[in-house]
């Protein structure tokens, strides 16, 4: 009678995988990377100016970053999906626009010009997203004359002349008002700053936690696929563009508040700033991958990046070849990464 050995398996145990490796893994590196470009800039320009890191002077960049990080965020998810928006920042001179012609030249109550400029910039960019889904146009020529028509629209609408809000109580404190500085007065972060918050934390939520989220993450991965499971494509992404265009309304309604008027021939240059700052928080051009995180830190990389050389006394122009720099150096690290990934 012969005897059985049993087999014994021998199982290697996993090695757990450190904090930093996982944290690489999960794409976070870019957004790393960002924070800690954002902190050396915080340093240099302290140690460079003792004006920078007054408590007037970081407030001011948080006021900066509060336009600037909403029309970044309407950008990011555009550009999740793959697509592209120019028109971001006329768009939000056209909303601030739409804003004075209902509270001021129509005398309505404040509600209503809020709701007139957000349904107004949903309506754009539902436009945007139907000549983008439907008539097959590029997104960077679709939203590109989207542009044009909004900037002529702009200063048609107003006569060329800013529309003031001084007749509406209560417009100016919708950004400059603190609300938590009324309850924690050694803190007086503006509205807007707070509004920004509260619009990358829906924003976040919808890309993460729901069907429209999950979409616009598909689309920029692989549209074609997407639409032979049966996806009625189009109409997600039509849906992107008119939240996105949405959210431009809340930063017309920001930028407005701030200045008191709507400035028919303000906003020109925002887009750039904005797709800079997706680009450098580690959204990828090409779609399927991004954060609102990463699009936040570079908003405020960009709002420091502007305010340290306005108190080291640079020259607009300088600014903005530094501008110009930085958004090839952002467009170029991003090809890098799609190589890499």
């Known amino acids: ?32 990377l960002a924070f800690a470009s954002l902190i050396v800039l915080l340093i240099g ?12 002077n970081m407030i001011a960049i948080l006021q900066a970053t509060s336009v600037n990080g909403v029309l970044a965020i309407a950008a990011t998810l555009v550009i999740i999906t793959g697509g592209i928006d120019l028109s971001v920042g006329t ?77 509406t109580p209560g417009f100016d404190q919708i950004s400059r008002g603190s609300l938590i500085g009324e ?31 999950r979409y616009a993450f598909a689309l920029g991965s692989n549209e074609e696929a997407v639409r032979l499971s049966g996806v009625n494509t189009d109409r997600w992404k039509m849906a992107i563009y008119a939240l996105a265009g949405g959210i431009c309304g809340i930063g017309g ?16 240059g925002y887009e750039l700033e904005a797709i800079a700052a997706v680009v450098i928080g580690g959204t990828s051009l090409s779609g399927g991958r991004g954060t609102i995180l990463g699009t936040l830190i570079g908003a405020l990389i960009m709002a ?10 640079v020259a607009q122009e300088w600014q903005t070849v530094v501008t110009g720099a930085i958004i090839i150096l952002a467009v170029y690290a991003d090809m890098m990464r799609r190589k890499k990934g």
Do not use: W
Request: hydrophobic share 50%; charged share 5%.
């Open 1 to 32: 009678m012969s005897s059985v050995t049993p087999t014994i398996t021998t199982v290697t145990p996993t090695r757990p995988k450190s904090l930093l490796s996982r944290l690489i893994e999960m794409g976070t590196h870019q957004r790393l």
């Open 304 to 313: 420091v990046l502007t305010n340290g050389l306005r108190v080291l006394s």
């Open 91 to 167: 768009l939000m001179t056209f909303t601030a626009v739409m804003a004075g012609v209902v509270l001021t030249y129509a005398g309505m109550p404040l509600p209503l010009g809020v709701a007139a400029a957000i349904a107004t910039g949903a309506i754009c960019g539902l436009c945007s997203g139907t000549f983008v889904a439907k008539m097959k146009i590029p997104p960077f020529i679709a939203t590109l004359g989207m542009m044009l028509i909004l900037k002529g629209l702009s200063l048609v609408i107003s006569g060329t002349r800013p529309i003031y809000f001084n007749d």
């Open 45 to 56: 320009f302290s140690l460079v100016s003792p004006n920078f890191m007054q408590t007037s």
């Open 183 to 213: 309850i924690i007065p050694a803190l007086p972060i503006p509205n807007g700053v707070l509004i920004l918050f509260l619009v990358a934390a829906a924003a976040s939520y919808i890309l993460g936690r729901t069907v429209l989220g």
């Open 253 to 268: 309604l920001l930028i407005a508040s701030r200045l008191n008027s709507a400035q028919p021939a303000l906003g020109l």
